[in-house]
């Protein structure tokens, strides 16, 4: 499990040149650590070399470059195989995944911030999928109609309260809402 090839990428990451990590053995340059425990994690290679399948990472793992630098990534191990078919090395492929994390973190604060406006509205409140389905409501709804989560979310609006929302005309409403919402996805 000793390194043969260090891209330019994978330089700029681990903090080695190509120089450097040729002939060392893959953990003292991929350093990897689970980023909650800070343990370290297993190299998936070996069980790339193992197995002779395609292993990736968990979720949470971060690369330790040689300055100290922590990297989140995301990863797989790939065997290579020669001639007979035999695994003869393995590739292993990572790349940064930081801008990803700073997105899915920016998402997840702006879901917190919209579902805190929706618990604090004082009149009833439902929030329907692209097929017209209950994907939340708001305490003022669950006791304004008596109903339960379990009741309520993941239906059909029209199926509510033994149909008492299958209106007519909150139905044409509610269909030329998601005709309008399709027409303007297409456009872009």
């Known amino acids: 499990a000793c390194i043969s090839f260090l891209n330019p990428v994978a330089e700029s990451l681990t903090g080695w040149t190509h120089e450097e990590a040729i002939g060392q053995p893959l953990d003292s340059v991929f350093r990897i650590i689970n980023e909650e425990s800070r343990q370290s994690v297993g190299s998936p290679t070996l069980r790339a070399l193992r197995e002779g399948l395609v292993v990736g990472l968990a979720n949470g793992t971060l690369?330790?470059?040689?300055?100290?630098?922590?990297?989140p990534i995301a990863n797989n191990a790939a065997p290579i195989r020669n001639a007979s078919g035999e695994v003869a090395g393995v590739v292993l492929v990572f790349r940064d995944i930081t801008e990803r994390r700073k997105t899915e973190l920016a998402l997840a604060k702006a879901l917190s911030y919209a579902d805190d406006i929706i618990a604090t509205l004082r009149e009833p409140?439902?929030?329907?999928?692209?097929?017209?389905?209950?994907?939340?409501?708001?305490?003022?709804?669950?006791?304004?109609?008596?109903?339960?989560?379990?009741?309520?979310?993941?239906?059909?609006?029209?199926?509510?309260?033994?149909?008492?929302?299958?209106?007519?005309?909150?139905?044409?409403?509610l269909d030329e809402t998601a005709v309008d919402r399709s027409v303007r996805v297409a456009r872009g």
């Open 63 to 71: 690369l330790i470059a040689k300055d100290g630098t922590e990297h």
């Open 125 to 173: 409140f439902l929030v329907l999928d692209h097929d017209l389905r209950v994907k939340t409501a708001n305490r003022s709804f669950y006791d304004s109609f008596h109903v339960s989560k379990e009741e309520t979310e993941n239906r059909l609006v029209y199926d509510l309260g033994n149909g008492q929302w299958d209106i007519p005309d909150l139905r044409t409403l």
